[in-house]
Nanobody, 130 residues
Framework: EVQLVESGGGLVQAGGSLRLSCAVS????????IAWFRQAPGKEREGVSC????????YYADSLKGRFTISSDNAKNTIYLEMNSLKPEDTAVYYC???????????????????????WGKGTLVTVSS
């Protein structure tokens, strides 16, 4: 059974940092990609960042580039999202999701939902206070 479990969310003051984790289990195929999404109250879900398991290529939403960094520990099957200089508008539930197989050329289509992700975690709440 494929499982994605997010952790690391919490309450942080504006300007602070958090590191989210996404632990992936349930399959051995390495041609997948992991994407982080977020959904703020009353807003649509948006893609944040994604990474290819096979070659480590990374992609970011334009508005978040420079503040957020995605990385992976393949030995632990865990993907991380380092979030710095957090702002109140970053408050959201953050989800990780997997796409199998992954095609990096389609990353914007994965973000937009045109191509759906295959499995989702349950999310972790990030609250940034002003």
């Amino acid at each position: 059974e494929v499982q994605l479990v997010e952790s690391g969310g919490g309450l942080v003051q504006a300007g602070g940092s958090l590191r989210l984790s996404c632990a992936v289990s349930g399959f051995t195929f390495d041609g997948y990609g992991i994407a982080w999404f977020r959904q703020a109250p009353g807003k649509e879900r948006e893609g944040v960042s994604c990474i290819s398991r096979r070659d480590g290529s990374t992609y970011y939403a334009d508005s978040l580039k420079g503040r957020f960094t995605i990385s992976s520990d393949n030995a632990k099957n865990t993907i991380y999202l380092e979030m710095n200089s957090l702002k109140p508008e970053d408050t959201a539930v953050y989800y990780c999701a997997v796409k199998i197989p992954w095609d990096g050329h389609n990353w914007r289509l994965y973000f937009s939902g045109y191509y759906g992700m295959d499995y989702w975690g349950k999310g972790t709440l990030v609250t940034v206070s002003s």
